[in-house]
């Protein structure tokens, strides 16, 4: 008999099936209550489980069932476990307890409040990135480095570990700008156009964007209406070879995959501290193989970043880890008071950007302004531009076509420029009264795009018909709600009735 | 139309499907992906969404499925889902996304190191008590109650609250007695003894226990297989009526229902600090209208309370707040160095509760000795015996068969004595060197158990055949395995062979 009580034996195998459970990013293995392998492990319902197969492995929790949905050898996978797994139907796979978690010692000495060193922090985050942790030990994690912030040595390990367990892109160039938003601004899309800036500059501007997760577009959701964005690193790298930029999903390259299994957990709690943060976008920036930073922190009521000393201060945390990375940061403090431009939701930001770059006479005049100013500091922060004339320089390659020649050959490198789609429905929503614009929050704004439909109907989402100052009638349009169904369009009117004071007028 | 954007309306009603889906005491519900609902809600995997049916509202988790599992218009729920509902199979339900947890607020404040007061963690407890909170918003206030530990203002209110949001029961008689162990000893199974004691010597003992939650057996467990232990509460009070004293499964009644949640979440995570002990223990016991309560606190270096330090804290931390509430507490220290009689496991556990109360020659001298010392102290405390002398009348009513007659009194009441069950297969653990016995491991002890089938499996577990300081030689037996299947005993030999030391032998 063998001394590893644990060891793989027929005993625990059982038949893979997939079941079309979709779970978000959760691995869930479900398991008849009276099949040999929950019998002979003692496994109940929950049980943290090890699944093995081909040489992989894969933690889950076990749910069990009565009844003859599944056969009495089946295991039948969640979506993310049968990826994770990567087996063939009716392949066999084995099943045990999982193994203790060593790490989790770490975060309950951090509970009690012990600072943690390089090491324990690193492989927490091995662990994490593994998949071992359940929400409960995620939360448990972030939550003690939120009640005892992180400080900035901690940061550093955090940010450094959640680099090591992801792959780490590296560009021919020596330099290699990026910029990225903390976020919390609906339409602020500027990274398409600063890319076409940069790029058409000469700098080296490889772009890896995600998609929305509660926002109602992210950049690679908007970017998609425009060009395809699932490149493969092999792919990316050519279209960066060709133009010195790209604007891709990050999806298809796996870079510091532990943070979106922290951000997943922070949006369930809505905690999101300073250390967390900072190592977030940090690791990010330099798995992507960027050292010439520029950081977006929008600062307003209903934003992110509340006021403008909570926002001096995160920069200059940000500016202090990067350094001990070798990469420059500039942080801009923007204003984060409304949404940025018109559009709302994948295709209305696209037209957004679009009218930008061509110039239009209706294009968004703060979008511009916004992307020119980031630009300009990315261009000065590479040196490209003197102190104070990188918004000018950027200003001009804006106006004189060559950021949006430059755009149309990155959409071409990527596969070829396309027309954003526009919605069947649309339907204003109404002033009640005439006055001044007065407030514009932010999140109800971004709650009644995604309640139009975005960011998964591409088409869907608003229109902002006013900005904050602007003086208007009653009856005059606030917004105009795009949707492609009778039911989201009802659903959007419904909650922009129950929430008249998501553009507040005041007489 | 409607100015509240989640009335219900027929266009998010579904049909109640049973799935026989386990998950613990996880609500979820399962639905197409490409069901009316989904789409109209906008919901996606992993949701929070509330469920309604017949007046009852129940909070889930959404999965969702591709594929013909289910019907296009089909909800199925788990097991616990389905209880909470109560609706029958086809009924229509109501599904929407779940409303903001507006406690979630106090808990981020609490996060960041904000004190609570009495209103903010009634609130919390509400919403928990009503399966409002996901076990990720669980682990954060666990977790921020633990990083800034309870004071014990915020324990009295925690404590409060947990009362509050459950049942409570009252008695004829001014004085209720009760006692309690904290927990972590395997066999530590004196209840039915202490009982029996002191409803012997005319006090009032209605003791509602628990069934194991991760330990071999809980005192419902082991009560059950010696008499009826599911009776509701006109049951309970017709047999405390009767015989002054019961010793049932506390499940029925619903007693701080908060703590039940609360411990499943601090089991994940091993973490338990002293303020939520304090009020997971005296929340219990006041909602059972017991009034003078005796705390067994085995201390031991594989016990919960590893010092005699930390036992004189918890025990002060104990009788205070317990005082605030009415409650008159007697806390003994007692040793946890190892395992308490010789059986563990609910059967065999059962057996030397009988053999004490029959006085049997083979009966564990320890088992017998601790029962009279904490009888002792309630009788002391209830003023039936004078200070120092309670241990010397429990010891009487013990040894003259009073004790045991009052049990099979008891017994009878509840629905008639049972002779515990024993297992088929038994197979000993033999010791590899001879030696003095120096360590014997709790945890492991309760572990190897759990393995040979205990508590499922109320025949199956283990009996100690030596104890710390026992002389044994090479070859002679440490432990019997007691198992009811082939493929649990061997899972536990496994164990004990991995395990050699689970009782370290010193040459």
């Known amino acids: 008999m063998s001394l ?50 081909g040489g992989r492995e894969v933690y889950a929790t076990l749910y069990q069932l009565d009844g003859d949905l599944l056969e009495l050898d089946e295991a039948a996978l969640s979506e993310e476990a049968w990826r994770l797994l990567g087996v063939a139907p009716g392949a066999p796979i084995q099943v045990r307890h999982a193994p203790a978690l060593e790490s989790m010692s770490s975060v309950r000495r951090r509970i009690y409040g012990s600072r943690l060193d390089d090491p324990a922090i690193g492989a927490i985050v091995r662990d994490v990135a593994a998949g071992r942790y359940t929400d409960v030990h995620l939360a448990a994690f972030l939550t003690a480095s939120s009640a005892l912030q992180l400080d900035e040595s901690e940061t550093i390990s955090l940010t450094k570990a959640m680099v090591d367990v992801g792959d780490r892109l590296s560009w021919k160039a020596d330099m290699v700008v990026d910029k990225h938003c903390v976020g919390g601004l609906p339409g602020n899309r500027t990274t398409p156009i600063v890319v076409a800036i940069l790029t058409a500059c000469g700098l080296v501007c490889p772009k890896t964007s995600s998609r929305a997760i509660t926002s109602p577009a992210g950049t690679a959701d908007t970017m998609e209406t425009l060009a395809p964005v699932e490149l493969d690193l092999a792919a990316m790298r050519h279209v960066v070879d060709a133009e010195g930029g790209c604007i891709v999903w990050g999806g298809t390259v796996n870079l510091s995959p532990a943070d979106d299994i922290f951000i997943r ?38 934003a992110k970043v509340r006021s403008a000393e909570a926002g ?24 984060g008071s409304q949404p940025v431009g018109r559009g709302v939701g994948p295709a209305l930001e696209a037209f957004d950007v679009l009218a930008v770059l061509q110039n239009a006479p209706e294009a968004p005049q703060d979008l511009s302004a916004r992307a020119c100013l980031l630009a300009g500091a990315a261009l000065e922060l590479a040196g490209v531009a003197k ?82 100052g602007d003086e208007i009638g009653a009856g005059q349009p606030l917004l105009t709600l795009h949707a492609e169904s009778d039911g989201e369009l009802a659903y959007a009117l419904d909650y922009a009735s129950a929430h008249p004071d998501l553009v507040e007028i005041q007489a």
């Open 265 to 302: 957990v922070e949006r369930v709690l809505d905690v999101d501290t300073e250390g967390q943060l900072v190592a977030s976008v940090l690791s990010k920036k330099i798995a992507a193989g960027s050292n010439h930073v520029v950081l977006d922190l929008p600062v307003g009521p209903t």
């Open 387 to 468: 102190a104070g004339e990188g918004a000018v320089l950027a200003e001009a390659v804006l106006a004189d076509g060559r950021a949006w020649a430059k755009f149309k050959a990155i959409c071409d490198a990527q596969g070829g420029m396309r027309t954003p789609p526009t919605a069947g429905l649309q339907s204003p929503i109404l002033a009640r009264r005439s006055g001044r614009v007065v407030h514009i929050n932010n999140r109800q704004i971004a709650t009644l795009a995604k309640l139009a439909g975005a960011p998964e109907r591409k088409a869907a989402g608003l229109t902002l018909e006013v900005r904050l």
């Open 4 to 53: 590893d009580p644990h060891s793989p034996r027929g005993a625990h195998q059982l038949r893979a099936r997939r079941l079309g459970l979709f779970a978000q990013h959760e691995s869930i293995v479900l398991m008849r209550r009276d099949c040999h392998v929950c019998r002979a492990e003692g496994l109940s319902a929950r049980s943290q489980v090890q699944l093995m197969a």
């Open 312 to 335: 001096e201060e995160l920069a200059e945390r940000l500016s202090h880890v990067a350094t001990h990375f070798g990469v420059k940061t500039r942080c801009v403090l923007t204003d």
